[in-house]
Protein backbone atom coordinates (compact mmCIF):
# COMPACT_ATOMS: atom_id res chain seq x y z
CA UNK A 1 0.00 0.00 0.00
CA UNK A 2 1.48 3.28 -1.03
CA UNK A 3 1.64 6.26 1.60
CA UNK A 4 -0.91 7.99 0.12
CA UNK A 5 -3.59 4.82 0.29
CA UNK A 6 -1.94 4.61 4.30
CA UNK A 7 -3.01 7.79 4.90
CA UNK A 8 -6.85 7.64 3.65
CA UNK A 9 -6.96 4.68 5.46
CA UNK A 10 -5.85 5.79 8.79
CA UNK A 11 -7.75 8.91 8.04
CA UNK A 12 -10.89 6.58 7.75
CA UNK A 13 -9.85 4.93 11.25
CA UNK A 14 -8.73 7.95 13.14
CA UNK A 15 -10.42 11.61 12.08
CA UNK A 16 -13.84 10.78 14.21
CA UNK A 17 -11.84 10.72 17.57
CA UNK A 18 -9.31 13.45 16.30
CA UNK A 19 -12.57 15.57 15.47
CA UNK A 20 -14.28 14.20 18.81
CA UNK A 21 -11.33 15.82 20.95
CA UNK A 22 -10.79 18.95 19.20
CA UNK A 23 -14.54 19.60 19.50
CA UNK A 24 -14.71 18.65 23.18
CA UNK A 25 -11.90 21.04 23.64
CA UNK A 26 -12.94 23.82 21.11
CA UNK A 27 -16.21 23.65 21.45
CA UNK A 28 -16.62 24.12 17.68
CA UNK A 29 -17.31 21.12 15.21
CA UNK A 30 -17.20 23.02 12.51
CA UNK A 31 -13.56 24.58 13.59
CA UNK A 32 -12.63 21.06 14.89
CA UNK A 33 -13.41 19.36 11.88
CA UNK A 34 -11.47 22.33 9.73
CA UNK A 35 -8.37 21.60 11.81
CA UNK A 36 -8.56 17.84 11.62
CA UNK A 37 -8.84 18.22 7.48
CA UNK A 38 -5.36 20.39 7.78
CA UNK A 39 -3.46 17.70 9.67
CA UNK A 40 -4.58 15.41 7.09
CA UNK A 41 -3.20 17.65 4.43
CA UNK A 42 -0.32 17.66 6.00
CA UNK A 43 -0.08 14.12 6.30
CA UNK A 44 -0.41 13.74 2.76
CA UNK A 45 2.38 15.72 2.80
CA UNK A 46 4.67 14.54 4.97
CA UNK A 47 3.97 10.59 4.83
CA UNK A 48 5.16 10.33 1.70
CA UNK A 49 8.55 11.76 1.89
CA UNK A 50 9.23 10.65 5.34
CA UNK A 51 7.48 7.56 5.61
CA UNK A 52 4.27 6.42 7.80
CA UNK A 53 4.81 7.02 11.68
CA UNK A 54 5.04 4.06 13.93
CA UNK A 55 2.01 5.27 15.66
CA UNK A 56 -0.33 7.06 13.06
CA UNK A 57 -3.09 7.95 15.38
CA UNK A 58 -0.49 9.87 17.88
CA UNK A 59 1.42 11.78 14.88
CA UNK A 60 -2.36 13.23 13.48
CA UNK A 61 -3.23 13.76 17.03
CA UNK A 62 -0.23 15.70 18.01
CA UNK A 63 0.01 17.30 14.70
CA UNK A 64 -3.87 18.60 15.59
CA UNK A 65 -3.24 19.78 18.78
CA UNK A 66 -0.39 21.95 17.24
CA UNK A 67 -2.50 23.57 14.60
CA UNK A 68 -5.08 24.06 16.95
CA UNK A 69 -3.18 25.97 19.35
CA UNK A 70 -1.73 28.35 17.11
CA UNK A 71 -4.80 28.88 15.71
CA UNK A 72 -6.41 29.86 18.84
CA UNK A 73 -2.85 31.72 19.73
CA UNK A 74 -3.13 33.94 16.79
CA UNK A 75 -6.76 34.41 16.54
CA UNK A 76 -7.42 34.82 19.75
CA UNK A 77 -4.56 35.50 22.32
CA UNK A 78 -6.46 38.26 24.36
CA UNK A 79 -9.58 35.49 25.17
CA UNK A 80 -8.89 34.16 28.33
CA UNK A 81 -11.63 31.51 27.17
CA UNK A 82 -9.32 31.04 24.44
CA UNK A 83 -6.45 30.76 25.98
CA UNK A 84 -8.20 28.39 28.31
CA UNK A 85 -8.77 26.09 25.67
CA UNK A 86 -5.07 26.33 24.11
CA UNK A 87 -3.82 25.53 27.95
CA UNK A 88 -6.30 22.24 27.59
CA UNK A 89 -5.34 21.27 24.40
CA UNK A 90 -1.57 21.32 26.26
CA UNK A 91 -2.73 18.95 28.91
CA UNK A 92 -1.64 15.09 28.31
CA UNK A 93 -4.30 12.90 26.75
CA UNK A 94 -5.09 10.21 24.74
CA UNK A 95 -2.40 9.20 21.94
CA UNK A 96 -4.51 8.24 19.75
CA UNK A 97 -6.95 10.73 19.60
CA UNK A 98 -10.56 11.14 21.17
CA UNK A 99 -11.46 9.60 24.04
CA UNK A 100 -14.52 6.67 23.78
CA UNK A 101 -16.84 9.31 25.69
CA UNK A 102 -15.55 12.18 23.36
CA UNK A 103 -16.28 10.07 20.25
CA UNK A 104 -19.88 9.55 21.67
CA UNK A 105 -20.21 12.84 21.89
CA UNK A 106 -19.61 14.20 18.49
CA UNK A 107 -22.00 11.31 17.41
CA UNK A 108 -25.08 13.01 19.51
CA UNK A 109 -23.85 16.09 17.87
CA UNK A 110 -23.97 15.23 14.66
CA UNK A 111 -27.52 13.74 14.60
CA UNK A 112 -28.91 16.65 16.96
CA UNK A 113 -32.45 17.39 16.42
CA UNK A 114 -31.94 20.85 15.65
CA UNK A 115 -30.77 19.30 12.17
CA UNK A 116 -32.93 18.06 9.06
CA UNK A 117 -32.40 14.19 8.86
CA UNK A 118 -30.77 14.87 5.74
CA UNK A 119 -28.63 17.28 7.04
CA UNK A 120 -27.93 14.77 10.13
CA UNK A 121 -27.20 11.59 7.85
CA UNK A 122 -24.12 13.81 5.56
CA UNK A 123 -22.76 15.30 8.68
CA UNK A 124 -22.36 11.41 10.32
CA UNK A 125 -20.87 10.33 7.40
CA UNK A 126 -18.11 13.21 7.61
CA UNK A 127 -17.46 13.83 11.07
CA UNK A 128 -17.65 10.20 12.48
CA UNK A 129 -17.62 8.17 8.77
CA UNK A 130 -14.52 9.98 7.30
CA UNK A 131 -16.09 10.35 4.26
CA UNK A 132 -15.28 13.84 2.01
CA UNK A 133 -17.81 15.74 0.88
CA UNK A 134 -17.66 13.84 -2.92
CA UNK A 135 -18.11 10.53 -1.34
CA UNK A 136 -20.98 11.91 0.65
CA UNK A 137 -22.34 13.91 -2.50
CA UNK A 138 -22.23 10.67 -4.95
CA UNK A 139 -23.78 9.04 -2.21
CA UNK A 140 -26.92 10.99 -2.13
CA UNK A 141 -26.61 11.70 -5.59
CA UNK A 142 -26.30 15.65 -5.50
CA UNK A 143 -23.62 17.82 -6.59
CA UNK A 144 -20.34 18.15 -4.40
CA UNK A 145 -21.16 21.84 -4.27
CA UNK A 146 -24.77 21.23 -3.24
CA UNK A 147 -23.25 18.65 -0.43
CA UNK A 148 -20.36 20.94 0.55
CA UNK A 149 -23.06 24.20 1.65
CA UNK A 150 -25.39 21.47 3.44
CA UNK A 151 -22.83 20.88 5.37
CA UNK A 152 -21.28 24.08 6.23
CA UNK A 153 -24.66 25.22 7.02
CA UNK A 154 -25.24 22.18 9.54
CA UNK A 155 -22.05 22.97 11.40
CA UNK A 156 -22.88 26.98 11.07
CA UNK A 157 -26.26 25.96 12.91
CA UNK A 158 -24.86 23.65 15.69
CA UNK A 159 -22.29 26.36 16.59
CA UNK A 160 -25.73 29.25 16.52
CA UNK A 161 -27.58 26.89 18.24
CA UNK A 162 -24.84 26.59 20.83
CA UNK A 163 -25.45 23.00 20.95
CA UNK A 164 -23.30 21.72 23.71
CA UNK A 165 -20.57 19.09 22.99
CA UNK A 166 -21.43 16.46 25.36
CA UNK A 167 -23.74 13.12 25.94
CA UNK A 168 -27.26 13.48 26.61
CA UNK A 169 -28.34 13.52 29.88
CA UNK A 170 -30.54 10.25 31.43
CA UNK A 171 -33.89 12.13 30.55
CA UNK A 172 -33.27 13.04 27.25
CA UNK A 173 -30.97 10.19 26.29
CA UNK A 174 -34.06 7.57 24.75
CA UNK A 175 -35.00 10.73 22.52
CA UNK A 176 -31.75 11.87 21.34
CA UNK A 177 -30.34 7.85 21.45
CA UNK A 178 -33.46 7.24 19.13
CA UNK A 179 -32.70 10.18 16.32
CA UNK A 180 -29.05 8.95 16.31
CA UNK A 181 -30.34 5.50 15.13
CA UNK A 182 -32.43 6.98 12.83
CA UNK A 183 -29.95 8.60 10.97
CA UNK A 184 -27.94 5.60 10.48
CA UNK A 185 -30.93 3.44 9.77
CA UNK A 186 -31.62 6.31 7.22
CA UNK A 187 -28.07 6.05 5.51
CA UNK A 188 -28.59 1.93 5.87
CA UNK A 189 -31.80 1.93 4.21
CA UNK A 190 -30.42 3.99 1.34
CA UNK A 191 -27.96 1.69 0.12
CA UNK A 192 -30.05 -1.19 0.82
CA UNK A 193 -32.89 -0.13 -1.56
CA UNK A 194 -31.92 2.81 -2.75
CA UNK A 195 -34.80 5.31 -3.35
CA UNK A 196 -32.63 7.81 -5.37
CA UNK A 197 -31.06 5.96 -8.06
CA UNK A 198 -31.69 3.10 -10.39
CA UNK A 199 -29.19 0.90 -8.87
CA UNK A 200 -31.37 -1.75 -6.49
CA UNK A 201 -28.48 -2.13 -3.98
CA UNK A 202 -25.41 0.45 -3.39
CA UNK A 203 -23.60 -1.52 -1.51
CA UNK A 204 -20.96 0.84 0.17
CA UNK A 205 -23.45 3.00 1.61
CA UNK A 206 -25.22 0.16 3.55
CA UNK A 207 -21.35 -0.77 4.75
CA UNK A 208 -20.96 2.71 6.09
CA UNK A 209 -23.95 2.60 7.69
CA UNK A 210 -22.99 -0.58 9.33
CA UNK A 211 -19.64 1.05 10.41
CA UNK A 212 -21.15 4.03 11.97
CA UNK A 213 -23.77 1.29 14.03
CA UNK A 214 -21.00 -0.68 15.11
CA UNK A 215 -18.72 1.88 16.59
CA UNK A 216 -21.90 3.24 18.35
CA UNK A 217 -22.27 -0.35 19.62
CA UNK A 218 -18.87 -0.10 20.81
CA UNK A 219 -19.43 2.74 22.46
CA UNK A 220 -22.53 2.01 24.14
CA UNK A 221 -22.38 -1.84 25.02
CA UNK A 222 -25.53 -1.77 27.35
CA UNK A 223 -28.07 0.21 25.18
CA UNK A 224 -30.05 -3.04 23.44
CA UNK A 225 -31.26 -0.85 20.72
CA UNK A 226 -28.01 -0.19 19.28
CA UNK A 227 -27.18 -4.01 18.87
CA UNK A 228 -30.42 -4.02 17.65
CA UNK A 229 -30.11 -2.03 14.94
CA UNK A 230 -26.32 -3.60 14.28
CA UNK A 231 -28.38 -7.40 14.23
CA UNK A 232 -30.99 -5.96 11.73
CA UNK A 233 -28.36 -4.27 8.81
CA UNK A 234 -26.43 -7.08 9.10
CA UNK A 235 -29.30 -9.40 8.65
CA UNK A 236 -30.37 -7.54 5.78
CA UNK A 237 -27.32 -6.47 4.15
CA UNK A 238 -26.16 -10.65 4.77
CA UNK A 239 -28.53 -11.08 1.35
CA UNK A 240 -26.99 -8.43 -0.94
CA UNK A 241 -25.36 -11.14 -3.45
CA UNK A 242 -28.90 -13.09 -3.67
CA UNK A 243 -31.03 -10.09 -4.10
CA UNK A 244 -30.24 -8.96 -7.40
CA UNK A 245 -29.51 -11.30 -10.69
CA UNK A 246 -27.16 -11.66 -13.54
CA UNK A 247 -28.48 -8.31 -15.09
CA UNK A 248 -28.40 -6.30 -12.02
CA UNK A 249 -32.73 -7.02 -11.86
CA UNK A 250 -34.06 -7.53 -8.21
CA UNK A 251 -34.61 -10.67 -6.99
CA UNK A 252 -37.18 -11.20 -4.49
CA UNK A 253 -36.86 -12.62 -1.21
CA UNK A 254 -38.99 -15.78 -2.23
CA UNK A 255 -36.50 -16.21 -5.03
CA UNK A 256 -33.56 -16.03 -3.68
CA UNK A 257 -30.19 -18.36 -3.34
CA UNK A 258 -29.92 -18.82 0.14
CA UNK A 259 -26.80 -20.23 -0.38
CA UNK A 260 -25.41 -17.34 -1.54
CA UNK A 261 -26.17 -15.40 1.84
CA UNK A 262 -23.11 -14.10 3.49
CA UNK A 263 -22.45 -16.57 6.76
CA UNK A 264 -20.27 -14.01 8.19
CA UNK A 265 -22.82 -11.56 8.51
CA UNK A 266 -25.83 -13.83 9.60
CA UNK A 267 -23.45 -14.98 12.47
CA UNK A 268 -22.92 -11.66 13.41
CA UNK A 269 -26.27 -10.44 13.30
CA UNK A 270 -27.41 -13.18 15.30
CA UNK A 271 -24.93 -12.50 17.57
CA UNK A 272 -25.67 -8.39 18.06
CA UNK A 273 -29.64 -10.15 18.34
CA UNK A 274 -28.57 -11.70 20.96
CA UNK A 275 -26.69 -8.81 22.46
CA UNK A 276 -29.41 -7.10 22.24
CA UNK A 277 -31.96 -9.66 24.02
CA UNK A 278 -29.30 -10.36 26.95
CA UNK A 279 -29.54 -6.81 28.58
CA UNK A 280 -33.06 -7.87 30.13
CA UNK A 281 -34.55 -4.59 29.02
CA UNK A 282 -37.22 -4.27 26.95
CA UNK A 283 -37.16 -4.65 23.32
CA UNK A 284 -37.02 -1.53 21.01
CA UNK A 285 -38.83 -2.11 17.65
CA UNK A 286 -34.85 -2.34 15.94
CA UNK A 287 -34.70 -5.33 17.98
CA UNK A 288 -37.94 -6.55 17.16
CA UNK A 289 -37.30 -5.95 13.37
CA UNK A 290 -34.35 -7.81 13.80
CA UNK A 291 -36.11 -11.05 15.28
CA UNK A 292 -37.95 -11.03 11.96
CA UNK A 293 -35.32 -11.03 10.16
CA UNK A 294 -33.42 -13.72 11.99
CA UNK A 295 -36.66 -15.45 11.36
CA UNK A 296 -36.11 -15.24 7.77
CA UNK A 297 -32.48 -16.01 7.89
CA UNK A 298 -33.03 -19.04 10.30
CA UNK A 299 -35.33 -20.97 7.58
CA UNK A 300 -33.35 -23.50 4.89
CA UNK A 301 -36.29 -22.56 2.24
CA UNK A 302 -38.47 -19.75 1.86
CA UNK A 303 -40.91 -22.67 2.81
CA UNK A 304 -39.72 -23.26 6.03
CA UNK A 305 -40.44 -19.80 7.51
CA UNK A 306 -42.02 -19.62 10.79
CA UNK A 307 -44.59 -17.38 9.43
CA UNK A 308 -46.59 -17.42 12.61
CA UNK A 309 -43.73 -15.87 14.46
CA UNK A 310 -43.56 -13.51 12.01
CA UNK A 311 -47.30 -12.22 12.45
CA UNK A 312 -46.98 -12.35 16.08
CA UNK A 313 -43.43 -10.20 15.93
CA UNK A 314 -45.20 -7.91 14.07
CA UNK A 315 -47.77 -7.65 16.31
CA UNK A 316 -45.98 -6.35 18.83
CA UNK A 317 -43.68 -4.07 16.42
CA UNK A 318 -47.12 -2.41 15.57
CA UNK A 319 -47.69 -1.66 19.32
CA UNK A 320 -44.16 -0.03 19.54
CA UNK A 321 -43.88 2.02 16.64
CA UNK A 322 -47.66 1.76 14.84
CA UNK A 323 -46.83 3.21 11.13
CA UNK A 324 -48.92 2.34 7.56
CA UNK A 325 -45.76 0.47 6.77
CA UNK A 326 -45.72 -2.04 9.29
CA UNK A 327 -48.95 -2.79 8.65
CA UNK A 328 -47.60 -3.78 5.29
CA UNK A 329 -45.30 -6.09 6.05
CA UNK A 330 -47.89 -7.91 8.61
CA UNK A 331 -50.18 -8.35 5.54
CA UNK A 332 -47.27 -10.22 3.71
CA UNK A 333 -46.87 -12.31 6.68
CA UNK A 334 -50.29 -12.99 7.07
CA UNK A 335 -50.11 -13.85 3.67
CA UNK A 336 -48.09 -16.68 4.03
CA UNK A 337 -49.76 -17.76 7.61
CA UNK A 338 -53.31 -17.36 7.48
CA UNK A 339 -53.54 -17.32 3.18
CA UNK A 340 -54.65 -14.32 1.05
CA UNK A 341 -58.42 -13.16 2.11
CA UNK A 342 -56.87 -12.35 5.42
CA UNK A 343 -53.57 -10.58 3.76
CA UNK A 344 -56.22 -8.54 1.58
CA UNK A 345 -58.40 -7.56 4.78
CA UNK A 346 -55.26 -5.94 6.50
CA UNK A 347 -54.17 -4.69 3.26
CA UNK A 348 -57.54 -2.74 2.94
CA UNK A 349 -57.40 -1.68 6.14
CA UNK A 350 -54.43 0.80 5.32
CA UNK A 351 -55.15 1.15 1.64
CA UNK A 352 -56.77 4.94 2.28
CA UNK A 353 -54.06 5.72 4.38
CA UNK A 354 -53.05 9.16 2.68
CA UNK A 355 -49.10 8.00 4.21
CA UNK A 356 -49.83 4.99 1.61
CA UNK A 357 -51.10 7.35 -1.69
CA UNK A 358 -47.44 6.84 -3.81
CA UNK A 359 -45.80 3.91 -1.78
CA UNK A 360 -45.70 1.29 -4.85
CA UNK A 361 -44.98 -0.97 -2.34
CA UNK A 362 -48.46 -1.36 -1.58
CA UNK A 363 -49.85 -1.52 -4.79
CA UNK A 364 -47.47 -4.58 -5.15
CA UNK A 365 -47.94 -6.49 -2.51
CA UNK A 366 -51.69 -5.86 -3.30
CA UNK A 367 -51.63 -6.91 -6.51
CA UNK A 368 -50.16 -10.78 -5.68
CA UNK A 369 -52.46 -11.13 -3.21
CA UNK A 370 -55.51 -10.12 -5.76
CA UNK A 371 -53.55 -12.78 -8.35
CA UNK A 372 -53.61 -16.31 -5.26
CA UNK A 373 -57.57 -15.07 -5.40
CA UNK A 374 -57.50 -15.90 -8.77
CA UNK A 375 -58.76 -12.20 -9.40
CA UNK A 376 -56.01 -11.62 -12.20
CA UNK A 377 -57.28 -8.14 -14.28
CA UNK A 378 -57.40 -6.28 -10.71
CA UNK A 379 -54.48 -7.85 -10.01
CA UNK A 380 -52.52 -6.58 -13.27
CA UNK A 381 -54.20 -3.15 -12.69
CA UNK A 382 -53.02 -3.02 -9.35
CA UNK A 383 -49.11 -4.00 -10.08
CA UNK A 384 -49.32 -1.30 -13.21
CA UNK A 385 -50.27 1.64 -10.73
CA UNK A 386 -47.38 0.57 -8.75
CA UNK A 387 -45.02 0.47 -11.76
CA UNK A 388 -46.05 4.19 -12.01
CA UNK A 389 -45.27 4.84 -8.57
CA UNK A 390 -41.42 2.87 -8.44
CA UNK A 391 -38.67 5.15 -7.68
CA UNK A 392 -36.02 3.18 -9.90
CA UNK A 393 -36.15 1.44 -13.36
CA UNK A 394 -35.35 -1.62 -11.99
CA UNK A 395 -38.48 -1.76 -9.63
CA UNK A 396 -40.59 -0.31 -12.53
CA UNK A 397 -39.78 -2.87 -15.05
CA UNK A 398 -40.21 -5.70 -12.49
CA UNK A 399 -43.74 -4.52 -11.73
CA UNK A 400 -44.60 -4.15 -15.33
CA UNK A 401 -43.52 -7.85 -16.04
CA UNK A 402 -45.50 -9.19 -13.29
CA UNK A 403 -48.65 -7.03 -14.49
CA UNK A 404 -48.13 -8.66 -17.98
CA UNK A 405 -48.07 -11.76 -16.77
CA UNK A 406 -51.28 -11.88 -14.31
CA UNK A 407 -52.91 -10.15 -17.96
CA UNK A 408 -51.47 -13.57 -19.85
CA UNK A 409 -53.06 -16.17 -16.94
CA UNK A 410 -56.22 -14.36 -16.57
CA UNK A 411 -59.21 -16.54 -18.06
CA UNK A 412 -59.89 -13.65 -20.32
CA UNK A 413 -56.55 -12.75 -21.65
Known sequence: MDARRTVEAVWRIESARLVAFLARVIQDVGLAEEIAQETFVCALEQWPQQGVPNNPGAWL????????????????????????????????????????AE????????????????????????????????????????????????ITRAKRT??????????????????????????????????????????????????????????????????????????????????????????????????????????????????????????????????????IAACHTRAQRFEDTDWEAIVALYDALAQLAPSPIVELNRAVALLHADGPQAALEALDA???????????LLGAVRGDVLLRLGRHIEAAEELERAAGLAPTTRERTLLMERAAAATATSPAG
Open 61 to 100: TTTAKRRAIDLIRREHVRDQKYAQFAADLQAPGPEGGGTD
Open 103 to 150: LLSLIFVACHPVLSRESRAALALRLVGGLGTEEIARAFLVPAATMGQR
Open 158 to 291: LAEAQVPFEVPGDEELPTRLSAVLEVVYLVFNEGYSGTSSDDWIRRELAEDAMRLGRILAGLMPREPEVHGLVALMELQASRFRARTGPNGEPVLLQDQDRSRWDRTLVTHGLASLARAKSTGRPLGPYTVQAA
Open 350 to 360: IRDDPRMARYH
